[in-house]
């Protein structure tokens, strides 16, 4: 079954709620009308199908990998089928894949190599890949140290080390848990505008104003669609980069620094 564009974005919108903006990026239906060839070799809609395929087998692999799919586990995927908005046959299709990552002879590095292979060296999608399996994890309770060890596997195939890892767990726990948690104090507000830009509290002025200049850069909207990131997306990454300028405007009043 072919994956449509509409679909990827249904998959970032299903995402972005619990998670915040973290994911920045991903692909929408723009993929849809462009099936140019990406280095010669394969469309963006082969790249999208093949995306999409390895997230529910990987999702399935990651959740059977301590013995048994718990209904937690189920009942994450489907959540995040339905907020796909997919078809039936697509909701079939989607199904047939995490069944068949949970088999023992699933081909998870043969896979994790294709997909890696396939988006180059757009690290903002395997950022985007990781996400989307520890949203999953984590949506269904406590993360096990088998769990855990095929994560960070998973992660090692698309050369997101274990330290940008935890940080990525960390943004998922921080959105997720503030998605629907009560108005927090100013020092939590405060230390969360501080995970937010990646630095410790003790940081320097300076230190604080590089992890802002920097993540501006990575989450920019212009600079993202200039490095091949779909146009449908730009109000993601604009979600994140406000994300970003009001977690700096915080410390920056809090410390008084221009």
Do not use: C
């Not at 180059?120 to 994890?137: K, N, T, V």
């Amino acid at each position: 079954m072919q994956w449509s564009g509409k679909a990827i974005g249904g998959l970032i919108g299903a995402i972005a709620g619990p998670v915040g903006s973290l994911l920045g990026i991903l692909v929408g239906h723009q993929w849809d009308r462009n099936a140019e060839r990406v280095n010669g070799r394969r469309s963006v809609r082969e790249i999208s199908q093949l995306f999409f395929e390895v997230t529910f087998e990987v999702m399935g692999q990651v959740a059977k990998v301590d013995g048994r799919v718990s209904e937690g586990e189920v009942r994450v995927a489907r959540l995040i089928m339905k907020g796909m908005r997919l078809s039936d046959a697509q909701v079939k299709s989607a199904i047939g894949h995490f069944t068949r990552g949970k088999s023992a002879e699933y081909p998870l590095d043969q896979r994790l190599g294709a997909l890696g292979a396939q988006i180059g060296g757009r690290s903002e999608l395997a950022r985007a890949f990781l996400g989307i399996q520890l949203q999953s994890a984590l949506g269904a309770g406590a993360v096990g140290a088998d769990k855990r060890e095929m994560l960070a596997r998973v992660a090692g195939k698309l050369d997101i080390t274990r330290a940008e890892l935890a940080q990525l767990e960390a943004w998922v726990r921080s959105f997720s848990a503030g998605s629907g948690a009560p108005r927090s104090t100013p020092a939590e507000s405060l230390a969360a505008a501080y995970r937010t830009l990646g630095v410790e509290p003790k940081a320097t002025n300076d230190e604080v104003k590089i992890a802002y200049r920097r993540l501006m850069n990575q989450h920019h909207p212009d600079k993202l669609v200039a490095r091949g990131l779909p146009k449908s997306m730009i109000g993601v990454a604009e979600q994140k980069t406000h994300e970003v300028r009001t977690a700096y405007e915080q410390i920056k009043t809090q410390r008084g620094f221009k």
